[in-house]
C-alpha cells in the first residue's frame, strides 16, 4: 500500500490539478486543408518542423503549450466538423459532404446537442466565425439557432478567399456564401477571408470584454478558411522559396499559411489586450490533411497520403493546445496519447461544468471522452482513448458483406497501437520533404483496398503491412472494424416543420446574390424585398440610370435620355459591368477598409470598386470590369470578378479633375 502511495503521489505532482474556476475564454480553432508538414515547429514522429514556412505566431503558441502528437480527425471537411460540434464521431454522426448543398438534410442531426447550446446553459456568450459547413437546409439548422449568439462565416464547404463567391459547380456557382446571423452578410464580402474573419473574432473579443455580450464566459468556435483552396492569397504574403524550385502552388499555399498565422497572431494579441489570456484556453487543429491533387500546394510529409485517406497524412491532424490557462507545469510538453476529435466536446464541456451527455432520441450517444486530466501530465504517453474508428463507407445492405464485394468500401480503425484500413484510392503517396515540387508525385504503394494492418506506433509512415505477417491480428481488427460499421449512423434528419421549400429561381430572387436555406415553416415563398428607388444620376440631359431586361432577367446600367424609362433595383445582380478610365472616373464603391490600396491603381482604387468613364457611354450600354486585388488586373472572370447586389452599392464622385460637373451622389 506505502509503494502504491508513493507512485500515485509522484504521478500527481506531475500532473497540472484540474483548476477550481472554468476559463474565461475558449476557442477552438481549425485550418482547412492544412498539411502536417506546413508549420515551422517539430511535431509528431519523424519531423523537425518545415524551414521553409514562415508561421511564428502558430509556432510560438505550438511550443508554449501542449502539442498533440495523435490528434485524429476525418479524412474530410464536415465529417471532423460535426465530430467536433456533437460529441459523436464521424460514424455516428455525418460522413459525408453532402453539406455543399443547402438542400442537404445531412451535417448534424438537429436532434443532437451542439457544444455551444451545452455551455449557454452555464451562461456562457457563445459566437462562431469561419465556415460553418455543418447544414444549412432550413434557419433551424443555421449556427444562430444550434447555440451560437452570434455567426459571420460561409454556409459551404468552400469559396474564393478574396469575394466569397462560391466557385464549385451547380446552381450556387457565382452566388456569395456568406452569412451574418440571420441573413446574408451583404455589407462583409470583398475581403480576404483571413482579415475578414479575424477581424470579426478580435470583435467579439472586444465586445465581449466590454461587458456587451450575454455571458460570464466566452466560448468561441473559429474555423478559419485558409488554406483550402482555391489557393489564394494578397500579395504581401509571398515570399521568396528556401528551396530553388519555384512550385508555383507551393509558394501559393506558404503564402495562405502565413495570412492564416499572421490572423492566429491578431486574434492573441486582442485577448492580450483585453487582459483575458491568462484566462484563455486555445485548441487549433487542421480539419484533415492537406489534399495531395495537382495544384493541391500542401504537404503531409513525412506520413503517407493526405485528404480523402484514412492514411496517417488524411487523419493525423497537426494539433496543439495552448493559452494562460495551461496549468504551469506543462507548457511546453508533448501529448501522445490518442485523441478523437470529437472528444473536445466532453473536456470544454467539463470545464465549464457542464454534463457533457446527450440522450436525445433517435440519435447514438456521444462518443466523446474527457481528455484533459491526460493533458495536463507532462509528456504524457497514456490515453483514456484506447480505439478510435476512422470511418466506415460501404454501399452493401450487410456491413459483412463490404469486404470483398463493394470495391468503393473505405474503412479504418486504430486499437491500442494498431490500425486496419481499406482503402480503395492510390492517393497514398508519401511525399519528401520538399513537396509539391517539379518533380510531380512520388510512386503510389499498393493503396490497401484488399486491407492492410499498421503497427503505428513503430512504423507511423505506414510502409510495413503486416497482414501476412500476423494474420490473427488482422482477423481481430477486422472484427473491431466490423463492429463499427454495424453501429454507423448517417445524419439525414430535416426540420419537421420546415416543410415548404422554394425553388433554386425562388432563393435567387428573395436572396439576391447570396446563398442562404431553401426550406422553411410557413410560407413556401417568402415575401420578396421591397424595390429600392429607381437608379439614377444627372449629368446635364442624360441620365445614369439602371435598366432591366425582362427578357433575359438582367440588369445593367445605362446611360441616356433623363426621359428614358428607369428600371428598378431588386435583390438581384448587374451582370454587365462598367469601363474603367484612370483619368475621369465615376465608380460604385461596395463597402470596403480605406486602407487596402494598390500601387498600381490610384488610391482611390480599392479590390471592389467597378469604374466607369461617363464620356463613353451616351445614348448606350456601359461596360466594364471589376479590379482583382489577387492578380492586379481588371477583369470578369468566374470567381475573380464580383457580382454587384444593388444595395450594395454607393455612388461617388473622384478622379484626377476635381471640377463639378454637376454628377450628384444617388440619395440613400
Known sequence: MALWTG?????????????????????????????????????????????????????????????????????????????????????????????????????????????????????????????????????????????????????????????????????????????????????????????????????????????????????MYLAWHDTHEPLEAPPRYFYPPLYKDNTATRLTYNAMARALDEAVGNVTSALQRANLWDQSLILWSADNGGWLVPGGGSSNYPLRGGKTTDFEGGVRSVAFVAGGYLPSNVKGSVYSGLVSVADWYATVSKLAGVDPSDPAQGVPPIDSLDVWDDLVVFNNTVSSRTSLPLSWQCKQADPAQCFGNDPSFKGALINGTYKIIYNPSVADWWQGPVFPNASGIAKNGDACKDGCLFDIYNDPTEHVNLKSAQPQKFAAMKQLLLAAGRSTYQTSYADPAANECITDPQAKKYFGNFIGPRCFKHSPVPPAPPPSPPFSLSHGDTCLMATHNSSTTTHMLAFGPCTAASGHWRSETMDNFLVWNNTEVLYLKLNERPDKTHSTLPDFCRRGEVYLNPDKGQGKTLQGFVYDSKSRTLNSSICESRCLAADELKVVKCGTDATDKGWQPIPP
Open 7 to 219: 507512485v500515485a503521489l509522484a504521478f500527481l505532482a506531475l500532473a497540472g490539478a484540474r483548476a477550481a474556476t472554468p476559463p474565461k475564454v475558449i476557442i477552438l480553432m481549425l485550418a482547412d486543408d492544412y498539411g502536417y508538414n506546413n508549420v515551422g515547429f517539430a511535431h509528431g514522429p519523424l519531423n523537425g518542423g518545415n524551414p521553409e514556412m514562415k508561421t511564428p505566431n502558430i509556432d510560438k503558441l505550438a511550443m508554449e503549450g501542449i502539442r498533440l502528437e495523435r490528434h485524429y480527425v476525418y479524412e474530410y471537411c464536415s465529417p471532423t466538423r460535426s465530430a467536433l460540434m456533437s460529441g459523436r464521431v464521424p460514424i455516428h454522426v455525418n460522413q459525408n459532404n453532402d453539406c455543399n448543398s443547402v438542400t442537404s438534410d445531412s451535417g448534424v442531426d438537429l436532434r443532437m446537442t451542439m457544444l455551444p447550446a451545452k455551455l449557454k446553459a452555464k451562461n456562457w456568450a457563445t459566437a462562431m466565425v469561419g465556415k460553418w459547413h455543418l447544414g444549412a437546409r432550413s434557419p433551424s439548422n443555421l449556427p444562430i439557432n444550434r447555440g451560437f449568439d452570434t455567426h459571420l462565416g460561409f454556409l459551404k464547404g468552400g469559396e474564393d478567399h478574396f469575394h466569397q463567391d462560391h466557385c464549385a459547380g451547380g446552381p450556387d456557382r457565382e452566388r456569395v456564401d456568406l452569412w451574418h446571423n440571420e441573413a446574408p452578410a451583404r455589407t462583409y464580402n470583398g475581403t480576404y477571408s483571413a482579415y475578414m474573419y479575424s477581424d470579426y473574432a478580435i470583435k467579439v473579443i472586444q465586445n465581449f470584454s466590454a461587458g456587451k455580450m450575454d455571458g460570464e464566459q466566452l466560448f
